[in-house]
């Protein structure tokens, strides 16, 4: 006789993660490989923050500050707000776990969009919850739909905003129309994990919405700030929901080159511009691009772009792969004929549309389009 | 009205790390702290593992490899097994967290030791499992009753060996013995976290144990290797079991410096023997100080000694503190007679002993013992 799991487990459908570039050159034998699949910053790690990291390292025998004392204070400083508003997880990925792990008992219900962010549904299916998914409009956020969803049994609501995979948003308006009239204790789980590079002066701060209703807003460090290795992401909200959510962390969470890290990011702002400018030129040359090929694809507020390539699955991710280029098939979302390109460096982003044009005229049965 | 957390949440009590150097410096105004509170390696991390993270460092904007590949390979290498029975985790602290939420319902039973480390129960309590206590007999944890309180409600018996704070082992015979008649379907959980310290011939290694019954063995780099704020520990076990808690792991848990580092310090061997013999020759001097002042303590096999101090509750580890002196209270433990104190560098145990036996001269009103 086996070993059974909890039955909730049975049913969980696991994240599959983009491809690591050593993996691919590993599987395909290849030496130049470019990583455009999970909307890391091309630019490197902040600067600032492998400097403060070499300082400590000495230092790395001993266990972590368990409260990220030095880091919540920057945070809290930059952000304005009090250091008890705060709680860090290993990356965002784990706020979502701690919010389950703290509210959500099986068979609760949390209502997510469809398609979005895959580890909402993933976390909460371990934790044996009901999955509402409210499908997406025109690749957005359909809030009045998911308002509509909420139950007197909806413990969470998720909403990334902007959201991945579409990289649209929801504005200042729509938010502040979907939390009027939520209960009291549904928790409006806000991941603004790509916070740092929407430029739209609709899109709203979520801080600024802290106290009404059972607010968490989420950031991280992986995105913007070049860290996604030492997983650090942040969690706002009232002081109740926080202290519920220390409860059940595990009291070293944060490693500590990861609490470094972020410190000297914090203070980076040069690393920040620069990465946003480059986000904003590289999205402009391959919107153009596209454009050209008579591609479609949906304007995004992010550092990636949801391309639709086909009217029916075509394995472009794949094809692109044999190229030395990754990009996120868009399979685990149900979505084959689209794929996600995160917005490299310029000579990323020309390879990419290079590759790109290449299985497109390969397609067209070597028959190039007019010009 | 206020928001509500799960039920088994409200009656969790939370885990008390030991304080951070950093933390003492800031309450109490001091400037030379010392911590022998953690079980840290005093001699600091593995040198190779610094010169390895060093290289990476301009690679921590790309997530991590999710499966640990390359750390796999080379654990699986060296312990001769092979890599699907392993599973990495944020300190093997997330691996009882992985156990539990792959296996334990809420009402589900686990079995521990009382006292022993207190995480087990902590994480337990978060799953809302009922949790029976078996009380260590001699400061060694009692085998045969343990398995007595294994009913077939049990999911999970956990096991530290050697044991926290006791220092104590399980011998093969004993070990042997309990494996023999438990049942299939209830995982035994045995923690090797200072596997690396114990140098005793009847001391099991817990993988020659694997495949008999439904065993678990986890170790850790944060003690031995010195890489404590990295949070890297693996657990051993059969493929079903790692299946089914990959199925409940968080992608990226396991940060890429944690990985780097992991696989430097493995090859350290020097680092490693330089560390235990430190520990030998820390013990066998603390021993020797310990005995000639009338004070009683636990043998140890690991790096840290549990020491019985006065006949009621005398606030030793706070007035050690106020010296610059952390050791760890075993208050959270219910033993506030007793303090743990990890074995540090010479200088290190010298203070100890010295500030030590100023405070107990002093509870005799400054008339010293014969010497």
Request: glycine share 8%.
């Amino acid at each position: 006789m086996g070993i059974v799991p909890r039955k909730a487990v049975l049913n969980v459908k696991s994240y599959q993660p983009g491809k690591p570039i050593e993996e691919v050159k590993r599987e395909l034998g290849l030496s130049n490989v470019i990583k455009m699949a999970s909307n890391e910053n091309p630019l490197g790690p902040s600067p600032k923050a492998i400097e403060a990291i070499k300082k400590y390292l000495g230092d790395i025998n001993m266990y972590p500050e368990g409260g990220c004392f030095y880091l919540r204070q920057a945070v809290a400083e930059k952000l304005k707000i009090k250091p008890e508003q705060l709680i860090f997880g290993n990356g965002s990925d784990e706020l979502i776990e701690l919010v389950l792990k703290a509210f959500v008992d099986e068979g609760d219900e949390v209502v997510v969009a469809n398609p979005t962010f895959l580890m909402y549904e993933v976390a909460s299916s371990v934790h044996g919850a009901k999955i509402k998914a409210v499908p997406t409009r025109y690749f957005k956020y359909d809030l009045k739909a998911m308002k509509k969803a909420v139950s007197k049994n909806t413990k969470v609501v998720f909403i990334a905003n902007p959201d991945n995979p579409n990289g649209t948003y929801v504005t200042k308006y729509e938010l502040e129309g979907f939390l009027k009239g939520i209960p009291e204790d549904t928790i409006v789980f806000l991941d603004e994990a790509y916070y740092d590079y929407v430029e739209e002066r609709d899109y709203p701060n979520g801080l600024d919405y802290l106290g009404k209703n059972n607010l968490i807003v989420t950031r991280t460090f992986s995105k913007a700030y070049g860290l996604a290795g030492l997983r650090v992401g942040f969690g706002v909200s009232n002081p109740e929901i926080i202290k519920y959510m220390e409860t059940v962390r595990d009291p070293f969470n944060v490693n500590s080159l990861g609490q470094i890290g972020a410190i000297g990011a914090l203070k980076d702002k040069e690393f920040l511009s620069k990465s946003k400018k480059m986000v904003r030129e590289g999205k402009k040359f391959i919107y153009a691009e596209l454009k050209a090929m008579g591609v479609r694809y949906v304007p995004s507020v992010t550092n990636f772009i949801l391309i639709e390539l086909c009217p029916k699955p075509c394995g472009i991710a794949e094809r692109l792969l044999k190229k030395g280029v990754i990009v996120r098939s868009m399979k685990a979302w149900g979505m084959e004929n689209f794929i996600r390109v995160t917005v490299g460096k310029e000579s990323e982003n020309k390879r990419f549309i290079r590759e790109l044009k290449n299985i497109i005229l390969q397609g067209r049965n070597i028959i190039p389009p007019e010009q």
